[in-house]
């Protein structure tokens, strides 16, 4: 790892924790060059998935472009990196165990839909409005009355 702070790769490591599932370690680093300390995550990289988009085009997953999605509909809301982390890789371990190397881009939204929900009302909606290609504000609307109802 390189410091980013001097840019060494000189550096040891302080601490180390396994995630709740397992999936991920996160480890407490300490430059040798300048005394910098920071986190890194380790995650299993998930070769030779496919996900099958709604118009039957298959891409390589990006594991970081689901991140990015879910920062997107999170952004200034309380919802901190970790646990966005950890949402992804909780659907990751979902929908792989479900379908093995190719994913239906509809199960990957699902799964963060039901997540975000449980996590955060604003952000699920921002991300249900993007996942459901909401048209008008009726849509909106809709969704919000859906949030006081029991999940399906």
């Excluded at 790892?1 to 840019?7: D, E």
């Excluded at 891409?59 to 970081?64: A, G, I, Q, S, V």
């Excluded at 659907?91 to 449980?118: K, W, Y």
Aim: glycine share 4%; aromatic share 6%; net charge neutral.
């Amino acid at each position: 790892m390189r410091c980013p702070k001097c840019t060494s790769i000189e550096d040891k490591v302080i601490d180390s924790r396994i995630s709740k599932e397992g999936s991920t370690i996160r480890r407490r680093r300490e430059c040798l060059e300048c005394g910098h300390r920071y986190s890194t995550t380790e995650a299993v990289l998930r070769d030779g998935v496919v996900v099958i988009k709604r118009d039957g085009r298959r891409e390589e997953f990006d594991r970081e472009k689901l991140v990015r999605a879910v920062r997107a509909a999170c952004h200034k809301r309380p919802v901190d990196l970790e646990q966005i982390t950890m949402l992804v890789e909780d659907v990751m371990d979902s929908v792989e165990a479900q379908f093995d190397t190719e994913i239906p881009s509809h199960a990957l939204g699902h799964g963060v839909m039901q997540r975000l929900r449980n996590i955060d009302q604003v952000a699920y909606v921002r991300f249900a409005s993007v996942y459901k290609e909401f048209r008008d504000v009726t849509e909106f609307v809709d969704e919000i009355s859906s949030l006081g109802k029991p999940q399906k």
